[in-house]
């Protein structure tokens, strides 16, 4: 450890401090805070590592042979088949170590990518999936008592995509899926299986794959430019997308023994520079760029998905006068808002209903007239029906009596003609 710290600023540093209103001080003893960052190393290393790989391309294009390439290890998985209706996602998690430093490994492949005869939302899936992790990771900020110690981030770091090395340039599938996805993920584009491509044809097939990228507007991770070694980041930055061949069977070159591929012509060095790219590749994902990767993960994409979903919520960071506004006050404005159009709701709802009841009540009056003079109606036509039953009863009546009168006079008659006949008969005797 020093024992003597001086602080020396050069006059340009001085005059931006200056102009911050911040004083600029030399130390005139070792105070210890220069082992902060050693702090920070031995936290890092008791927590632990997580790093998130979506690795997107069709079935049986070396996916998990690069998988198992990079990490030097057999992940013992099952192979996928072409006969998948849908595309879908397989999901697993691996906890690696490498000396003392552990890594908590989640690999994310896709599967029957590209396998369908309709390919139209074959990219759905993933979009969804990458949505999925920023909902999970924005609904635990948003929790009231968080707990991020215990707490696994999901969210992709990188997205591998395998580009098809038989084709003159990408297809239509990996251009619309690149383009939906390159605002939510660090997209590195790979050419797989690389050995298909000669030497003389691989430059061309790589600055078709840019120019094409160009030209829709595909945003890929760019490596940052380092201040020390700004010639390197830019040179492999020219050299994307990575040239890559997966193998873990060690064959013999010379003396000793090496990852690659044996062919009849010679062996292909997965780990030689001048055979492919693979380890550029894994340079930058596992040595010299994962934070840069989990940082822009963070900064960039996982920001842009809260703020659009925070807006969409109605949050704002300025109130109408453009002025800047507190989250309680937001919260008190958005409250109002909500209770005012509660209200409103509420009083639409009492307006309809008594219209409704109103509409109700109308209805049953006219029907209740109609019964009404339906009934009067009957009533009448009853009173005529009995009135002539009346009318009808009384002419029988006189009809009968006028029988018996008739009847009567008729006995008598008769009764009369033969008394008579029979007086006629004595006087004869």
């Known amino acids: 450890m020093a024992e003597k710290s001086m602080d020396k600023s050069t006059p340009h540093e001085e005059d931006t401090l200056r102009e911050e209103n911040v004083r600029c001080l030399s130390l005139l003893s070792h105070f210890g805070f220069e082992c902060l960052p050693r702090q920070l190393v031995n936290k890092s290393i008791k927590n632990g590592f997580s790093f998130n790989i979506l690795c997107v391309g069709e079935t049986g294009i070396g996916k998990s042979t690069l998988i198992d390439t990079l990490f030097n290890t057999n992940l013992k998985e099952h192979k996928s088949s072409h006969f998948h209706s849908t595309v879908g996602l397989k999901i697993q998690t691996h906890e690696l170590q490498e000396a003392n430093v552990k890594l908590k490994l989640t690999v994310v492949k896709t599967v029957g990518y590209g396998d369908q005869i309709n390919r139209e939302g074959s990219y759905q899936p993933i979009v969804d999936y990458l949505d999925a992790q920023f909902e999970a990771y924005l609904q635990e900020e948003l929790k009231i008592k968080r707990c991020y110690e215990g707490y696994h981030d999901s969210r992709v770091h990188v997205c591998l995509y395998f580009i098809s090395p038989t084709g003159h340039s990408l297809k239509s599938l990996d251009l619309l899926t690149m383009k939906m996805i390159d605002s939510k993920v660090n997209i590195v584009p790979l050419i797989a299986k690389a050995d298909a491509v000669s030497k003389t044809d691989l430059p061309k097939l790589k600055s078709k794959i840019l120019s094409e990228l160009a030209d829709w507007g595909i945003q890929i991770y760019q490596i940052p430019v380092d201040d020390t070694t700004p010639e390197a980041s830019s040179s492999k930055n020219g050299q ?4 890559v061949v997966g193998s873990l069977e060690e064959v013999k070159v010379g003396k000793r023994m090496v990852r690659g591929r044996q062919y009849p012509w010679g062996v292909l060095q ?29 900064t960039r994409h ?23 506004i507190s989250f309680q006050e937001l919260y008190e404005a958005k409250r109002q808002e909500f209770s005012e159009q509660c209200q409103r709701e509420e009083e639409q709802l009492k307006q309809r209903f008594r219209q409704l009841v109103k509409e109700r009540e109308l209805a049953f ?65």
């Open 240 to 243: 994307l997308p990575f040239a």
């Open 270 to 298: 997965v780990d030689n520079e001048n055979h492919c790219d693979f380890v550029k590749l894994r340079d930058m994902l596992l040595y010299t760029h994962t934070e840069d990767l989990k940082e822009q993960t963070h």
């Open 302 to 324: 996982y920001e842009r998905y809260r703020c659009n979903r925070l807006e969409k919520l109605g949050f704002t960071d300025v109130g109408p006068d453009n002025q800047p």
């Open 365 to 429: 009056k006219e029907s209740e007239q109609e019964l009404q003079e339906k009934f009067e109606h009957l009533k009448r036509v009853q009173q005529e029906e009995t009135m002539k039953l009346e009318k009808a009863k009384r002419q029988l009546e006189e009809e009968i009596r006028e029988f018996y009168k008739m009847k009567e006079a008729c006995e008598s008659q008769q009764t009369q003609a033969g008394t008579t006949a029979k007086k006629d008969k004595e006087r004869k005797k």
